[in-house]
T-cell receptor
Framework: GESVGLHLPTLSVQEGDNSIINCAYS??????FIWYKQESGKGPQFIID?????DKRQGQRVTVLLNKTVKHLSLQIAATQPGDSAVYFC?????????????FGIGTKLQVIP | GAGVSQSPRYKVAKRGQDVALRCDPI?????LFWYQQALGQGPEFLTY????????KSGLPSDRFFAERPEGSVSTLKIQRTQQEDSAVYLC?????????????FGSGTRLTVV
């Protein structure tokens, strides 16, 4: 299939270890932040989001941390599995012109080593 | 259907040719978005529809790009006189209503290659 991850920063992690993917954002006025997972040949898939008034949110095997002071967002994946291999995008969201608009950041390619 | 469907899956166009890309959103979804994703890049916003109304087309890169959603369901993205820089994956996403955009469901995209 197509390579979504060409030229992207790459993180290689051993299966079973925890993964941490980082993202710097630019718009301090964003209402919320989202992490998407994109597998080769597919569209982005929503993983988890966090509102701007929160600093941590947990999902199933994933945790998102938000540090508004330094405009930093991270995604932690516990016990990384081969199926987690994909490109991960952080995105910012907020109301613009009467609707929620999502702006994607730079992706990170996660490679899980079996 | 259960998801967002896009067709064709792949399209090869000669430079200067017109193309039309189709998006079938999830039934009943009010919001529909088009994004362009160049190789190795994140998706970039092109345009937004709320039902049949095109509320934001600020991301369309030139007047060669045109999108429509005449009956508030299926949408078509048309590119006239294609150029090599138009080569990208074109993604469509839909959302149940305008307040839940973070819950977008994306299609698998149409990969356009202009030769």
């Amino acid at each position: 299939g197509e390579s979504v991850g060409l030229h992207l920063p790459t993180l290689s992690v051993q299966e079973g270890d925890n993964s941490i993917i980082n993202c710097a954002y630019s718009n301090s006025a964003s209402d919320y932040f989202i992490w998407y997972k994109q597998e080769s040949g597919k569209g982005p898939q929503f993983i988890i989001d966090i509102r701007s008034n929160m600093d941590k949110r947990q999902g199933q095997r994933v945790t998102v941390l938000l540090n508004k002071t330094v405009k930093h967002l991270s995604l932690q994946i516990a016990a990384t599995q081969p199926g987690d291999s994909a490109v991960y995008f952080c995105a910012e969201g907020g109301y613009s012109g009467g609707y929620q608009k999502v702006t994607f950041g730079i992706g990170t390619k996660l490679q899980v080593i079996p | 259907g259960a998801g967002v469907s896009q067709s064709p899956r792949y399209k090869v166009a000669k430079r200067g040719q017109d193309v039309a890309l189709r998006c079938d959103p999830i039934s009943g979804h009010v919001s529909l978005f088009w994004y362009q994703q160049a190789l190795g890049q994140g998706p970039e916003f092109l345009t937004y529809f709320q039902n049949e109304a095109q509320l934001d087309k600020s991301g369309l890169p030139s007047d060669r790009f045109f999108a429509e959603r005449p009956e508030g369901s299926v949408s078509t993205l048309k590119i006239q006189r294609t150029q090599q820089e138009d080569s990208a994956v074109y993604l469509c996403a839909s959302s149940l209503d305008r307040t839940r955009a973070y819950g977008y469901t994306f299609g698998s995209g149409t990969r356009l290659t202009v030769v």
